[in-house]
């Protein structure tokens, strides 16, 4: 029993030695091969209500879902999340995407478009609410 245990042993610390052998890999570099890359064309900071037209993409902030950010007068264990909610139109075609700045879906794909949340502004206070009027949305639109 104890070869048994001597051999498996063995294995073990071979196969751990070969797997650290190799490097890791950076996965914050750039994809390698293939075009995957896309321009920005266009970016826009809306408040509630607001349209914006990107190429041939109408974009409407339609509203705040959910505002759980961590105020900036207080100390929390996460940075929050806030929800917004997108109308993307293109043509005849329309859809209400639920973007997030911190939680996912922070972007939607459209018809070869890719539309990101950046930020929500402004922050948020643990004394007051922030009133809806007030809200801006950073979007930014790729392809």
Request: aromatic share 4%.
């Given at each position: 029993?104890?070869?048994?245990?001597t051999?498996?042993l063995?294995v073990?610390?071979?196969?751990?030695a070969?797997?650290?052998?190799?490097?890791?890999?950076?996965?914050?570099?750039?994809?390698?091969?293939?075009?995957t890359s896309?321009?920005e064309?266009?970016?826009?900071?809306?408040?509630?209500?607001?349209?914006?037209?990107?190429?041939?993409?109408?974009?409407?902030?339609?509203?705040?879902e959910?505002?759980?950010?961590?105020?900036?007068?207080?100390?929390c264990?996460w940075?929050?999340?806030?929800e917004?909610a997108?109308?993307?139109?293109?043509?005849?075609q329309?859809?209400?995407?639920?973007?997030?700045?911190?939680?996912?879906p922070?972007?939607?794909?459209?018809?070869?478009?890719?539309?990101s949340?950046?930020?929500?502004?402004?922050a948020?206070?643990?004394?007051?609410?922030v009133?809806p009027?007030?809200?801006?949305?950073e979007?930014?639109?790729?392809?």
């Amino acid at each position: 029993m104890r070869q048994l245990s001597t051999a498996v042993l063995a294995v073990l610390i071979a196969a751990l030695a070969a797997c650290s052998s190799n490097p890791a890999a950076d996965l914050n570099a750039p994809p390698t091969g293939g075009t995957t890359s896309q321009q920005e064309v266009g970016k826009a900071v809306l408040k509630i209500g607001e349209s914006v037209t990107v190429n041939d993409l109408r974009l409407t902030f339609r509203s705040v879902e959910g505002d759980s950010r961590c105020p900036t007068d207080a100390v929390c264990v996460w940075a929050g999340d806030a929800e917004i909610a997108l109308k993307i139109e293109q043509g005849t075609q329309a859809a209400v995407a639920a973007l997030h700045t911190t939680l996912e879906p922070k972007k939607t794909v459209w018809n070869g478009y890719t539309i990101s949340l950046v930020t929500v502004t402004p922050a948020r206070k643990s004394t007051t609410s922030v009133d809806p009027a007030d809200y801006r949305a950073e979007v930014v639109v790729t392809r």
